[in-house]
DNA sequence: CGGACTGTTGAGACCCCTCAACCTAAGTGG
DNA sequence: CCACTTAGGTTGAGGGGTCTCAACAGTCCG
């Protein structure tokens, strides 16, 4: 099954990297290729931990959904990289709902599987104990952000962040590469709609970015940069 | 060495959990033991990581300082949990600087040594991801809370929390079993000490805590539990 | 063409932060 | 043992950043 998959995309895919020809080949070998579709769920929430995957393609949202009803986004996940992790040896349940948003394959283990070939291949294991140690740096930024810092900025920093996950620079500035609505931005950062709204029309109005419909261009990364870090320019524009 | 470590202790560090005891002895024989003092640091915030640690007696507190000057705790470490593993193997930086709150006793190991060790023995990398699973899905959940939820409802969670990790049941109520002062819940919280004193304060007032110089005493279990969950009892009191 | 979804904007309220003053308890040194 | 210092805690007044609610506009799609 292995030859369907190219070196180069598996070259890409931090969880595998160090691993020997053999281990790689016994790993993908365990594995299952599966292809997956917009709207569809890889794995609910609270639902008991069964399967490990790797996103070859497409993109996948994790998100929490709180007892109120309120969504908070976990992360966007991208090619190359894991989801499910958490839950993965603990045995326990899945943190949040992973919904696809752009067609792609992933590959699936399941929860022994996973625990056998980590045997077999520590390095296997300690990649994934780096990647998840990454995460975990990532929330806890987050968190501080969340308790510290000010809507705009948190707002600056997501779109920034999420353009350097998956932007692609065009004509009229920089497009982040999936349609990402206001409620989603809201839903990242820990704000309303109303507010990212508010947040964006203002950058707008100053030449900062471009709005468009579940959509975000970035003309003046700079400018934006300035918000998201402590460099408060403040420059009494208009 | 591991004379010196009594199996009660051993056994209630998860870390070590089904391991041989072959393994087990090897890990402890490359591990240095190092007694700890209050105000000292087991590691700074940027500072390359360099070693990794299992806390087998005392309290240390991680937290992150901000640009600004504010900190923010990430979490409190108590006996038999590690330290220092989100920069195990990366060979990154420490996300955040360990404070010792309370006198105690570490395992250390170096970073290479730690590397070696899980590959000879995968049960121990597998036990780490699923410590550090766990980490990051309480950080999520921080997250979430942060993002979503009044301060009075997260600073119930964290007393009752704090009070899971380390409480300990004497006649006047449920003690936290560390002092903890209105900055540090503050700092755990997300908000001010002064928003903390007047929550705490109104708590006191209406029975459910009581309080004194780096101390909370839960009255009323129950009743907090009430604010920290959905429940809006609200039972118009007074 | 009508409905559903996404986005914008305004008005009002409120939670919480900020700043400031003051209090108490715990150390400290003469 | 007492003045002094320091750290932790409380409380009040005021202001502002965000949320909430509501109405409306633009866009996509059957």
């Known amino acids: 099954m292995n030859d369907r998959l190219s070196n180069e995309v598996l070259s890409r895919i931090a969880l595998f990297r ?20 917009p709207g569809e769920s890889l794995f609910e929430q609270d639902a008991d931990a069964t399967a490990f995957f790797v996103l070859l393609t497409g993109r996948v949202k994790v998100a929490q959904l709180t007892p109120e009803g309120q969504q908070v986004v976990v992360r966007f996940v991208g090619p190359g990289e894991m ?14 709902t992973a919904e696809v948003s752009q067609a792609g394959r992933v590959l699936v283990w399941d929860g022994p599987t996973t625990e056998q070939l980590m045997k077999r ?11 998840q140690g990454r ?21 600056a920093r997501a779109v920034l962040r999420l353009a350097g996950q998956a932007g692609r620079q ?56 300035a918000i998201a870090e402590d460099l408060e320019v403040t420059l009494a524009a208009t």
Chains 1, 2 share one sequence.
């Open 18 to 37: 160090g691993l020997s020809d053999a281990e790689l080949a016994e790993v993908l070998d365990a594995a299952q290729v599966r292809p997956i579709a």
């Open 83 to 96: 989801l499910g992790c958490v839950a993965l040896v603990s045995g326990s349940t899945y943190p949040g």
């Open 121 to 131: 291949a520590p390095r296997l294991a300690l990649n994934a104990l780096a990647i």
């Open 135 to 155: 995460h975990l740096r990532e929330m806890q930024n987050r968190c501080r952000e969340l308790a510290t810092e000010r809507v705009e900025r948190r707002v």
């Open 170 to 225: 065009l004509a009229d500035g920089l497009h982040i590469g999936f349609p990402i609505s206001r409620q989603d931005l809201a839903e990242i950062t820990g704000t309303t709609l109303y507010t990212v709204s508010r947040t964006l029309t203002g950058w707008e109005r100053r030449g900062l970015v471009a709005l468009g419909r579940e959509e975000v261009v970035i003309c003046d990364a700079v400018a934006l940069q």
